[in-house]
């Protein structure tokens, strides 16, 4: 049997004034804050939940810039193939990133169980873990903007519409972020967390991620008909390539709408679920 | 600022002492609650129960649990006591039954319980990646707790946590020990009015066991805090507990003040250790006088008695009679091992208990 060696101090002691403090209901705003304190000090003590995703945002951002921007821009007359693949950059640096991992963690060390135990609303501690995503999200899209400005972009709707990219590009990190919550909190398991990762690739590879909508063929132009992140990408790149183009700005947000609802809906779902099986 | 929340006068229900199963003890009051008894108890469950599928965990467990008593349960591994503590702390929902604790009830009014609760769960529940002081700050923050408030109680706490300036530390860094000093730190940081206790001391060795009961002591009886700890640790529950209930496969077998239930099976206990079928040898014992009562099991034979200083000749030359041969004959006091084998016709599982819990060895 494993021991392990305790001391307490012992002596007597009167009570402080400290000792007559009672806890009592905090609000929704400060449970929320309280649980994305605790998510945002935890970052970067995770990096390896970060790094990868920007290495492997930048990494593609640059070698599908060298391998199809001949190809693109000598086909397609007036094409500013790094505008355009700036935004399949940003989505592969944001899909994913939750700390869904950081959940089920907690979840099997037992910690998840010492935050039910205190009187902190349950959808607090998912909304302050998503509330830290988001913030995540939005840094990790700097490095990769960036990048792409170091390249020469020229974003047509300026500042704001920068920070417009920015918004979407975490908002549909949000959403996405909601399948691995769901699977964390259904399944208190790390791998089945990491193989929510599949939906990245059908979300972010059957769309026109690579080359223009309109260069698609056949079954995939089908596909991503019905693919959301084919809007999502169409709003993010107007924002770049065209101006405020309110119907692709619309229609990105109804697609990020269709995603949130969904992947919530699960992801709470899964909450009650685990909250009322105890 | 967020609203006042003391806690309400909870609705008084009779305080009583009750003894489950044949072997029931008197009902005498716990010395420390007989003022508690007129107030309303911190405890209270009727007919609790919880089952997984058809494995039953807790089974209509009744009990009362008075303002300002350290009550533990006590029972071997599997007998329910992390059940009905989890239920107990609203992190388990009952499947039958019902229990109020701070005066109210686990089901219907959860958040005001937690408000009024501090639990250090077995296994110690904390999230390596934050500092001691973050998680200390969080777990007032999520109380409700003012900034000064909980800056004021880590002053009270870096004394009860005692591990310097490792709390400033990452807690991946910390040792088993100072793992389990700052679980119960956490659980105590809004000054609870009950304290559950799930197996405080399991794997700890004897000197911060000791450490541990000094400190639930302290708790006890300097803020007057209701305590129900869980062990499977039969001097624990000697030493600590105002009362004591021994659970078994879920059902609440005995409970009655440490010496109560010991005396309920008699003043002194004469154990022998046997060649041959235990079993066979008690009908020898039938009808000796001063005998109260015998359990048998494998080469053992643990022989309730009124007086063992009168019955110790007689009991030895029954055996002798009937052709039993003795390898040892030792007479003692009960211990709460004995209530146990007395009411279940087991003995504790082992492993854990015993020469762990004590450093002694055990019959």
């Not at chain 2, 494998?298 to 041969?325: M, Q």
């Amino acid at each position: 049997m494993t021991t392990t060696n305790v001391t307490f101090d012992i002596e007597p002691r009167t009570p402080t004034p400290a000792s007559v403090v009672r806890a009592r209901p905090a609000g929704a705003l400060h449970d929320v804050l309280a649980i994305a304190g605790r998510a945002l000090r935890s970052v970067p003590r995770d990096l390896e939940a970060i790094v990868p995703p920007v290495f492997i945002a930048v990494f593609f951002f640059i070698v599908n810039i060298g391998t199809l921007e001949n190809l693109t821009q000598n086909n397609i007359q007036g094409f500013d193939y790094t505008a355009f693949e700036m935004a399949t950059a940003v989505l592969l640096g944001v899909t994913g990133v939750s700390r869904a991992q950081a959940l089920v963690v907690d979840v099997q060390s037992g910690y998840f169980d010492r935050l039910l135990l205190t009187p902190v609303r349950r959808s607090a501690i998912l909304v302050g873990h998503m509330v830290a995503d988001v913030t995540v999200s939005s840094i990790l899209c700097v490095p990769i903007l960036a990048l792409a400005f170091a390249l020469g972009i020229n974003f047509q709707t300026g500042a704001l519409g920068v920070l417009m990219f920015i918004l979407i590009a975490a908002l549909w990190s949000l959403s996405f972020a909601g399948f691995g919550y769901a699977i964390a909190l259904k399944t208190g398991n790390p791998a089945a967390v990491n193989s929510s990762f599949l939906l990245f690739f059908p979300f972010l590879f059957l769309t026109s991620s690579y080359v223009p909508r309109d260069q698609l063929s056949g079954w995939l132009d089908t596909v991503a008909g019905w693919n959301p992140v084919t809007y999502l990408l169409e709003g993010l790149r107007s924002l770049a390539l065209s101006g405020w183009h309110w119907d692709d700005i619309g229609k990105a947000f109804l697609a990020l709408l269709v995603v949130f609802l969904i992947s919530f809906g699960l992801c709470f779902a899964a909450l009650r679920s685990r909250v009322n099986q105890r | 600022m967020p609203p006042d929340t003391s806690v309400s006068d909870p609705p008084t229900e009779s305080a009583e002492s009750s003894v489950a199963g044949e072997s029931a003890v008197s009902a005498e009051s716990a010395e420390s609650a007989v003022s508690a008894e007129s107030a309303a108890p911190a405890i209270s469950a009727r007919g609790l129960a919880r089952t997984y599928g058809e494995v039953t965990a807790v089974d209509a467990l009744d009990l009362t649990i008075h303002q300002g008593e350290i009550y533990g349960l006590l029972g071997p591994n599997g007998a329910g006591k992390s059940t009905t503590v989890k239920m107990l702390c609203t992190l388990l929902a009952p499947t039958g039954g019902h229990a109020d604790v701070a005066g109210f009830d686990i089901v219907a009014r959860p958040k005001d319980v937690r408000l009024r609760i501090g639990v250090a769960l077995q296994d110690v529940a904390l999230d390596p990646k934050q500092t001691g002081l973050e998680l200390l700050r969080l777990q007032g923050q999520l109380y409700g707790l003012r900034r000064d408030e909980i800056e004021a109680r880590l002053v009270d706490l870096r004394e009860l946590v005692d591990i310097g300036d490792a709390l400033d530390r990452r807690i991946e860094t910390y040792s088993g020990g100072m793992r389990r000093r700052l679980d119960l730190a956490a659980a105590l940081v809004h000054n609870p009015d009950v304290l559950f206790l799930d197996e405080p001391t399991t794997g700890l060795d004897p000197i911060s066991r000791a450490s541990v009961w000094q400190e639930v002591q302290r708790l006890n009886d300097e803020l007057g805090m209701t305590i129900l700890l869980t062990t499977q640790y039969l001097e624990e529950a000697d030493e600590l507990c105002d009362r004591v209930g021994i659970v078994d496969n879920g059902r609440l077998v005995a409970e009655g003040t440490p010496g109560e239930l010991k005396r309920s099976i008699g003043t002194d206990v004469v154990f022998a250790r046997i060649e041959g079928d235990a079993a066979a040898a008690r009908a020898a014992l039938d009808g000796v006088y001063g005998v109260v009562g015998v359990e048998g099991r494998d080469h053992e034979l643990t022989i309730s008695v009124e007086d063992g200083s009168s019955a110790i000749g007689p009991i030895a030359i029954a055996l002798h009679d009937a052709s039993v041969r003795v390898r040892d004959l030792t007479l003692r006091t009960p211990t709460l091992d004995d209530v146990f084998l007395e009411l279940t016709g087991a003995h504790f599982d082992t492993d854990a208990v015993g020469t762990a819990a004590t450093g002694e060895d055990r019959p």
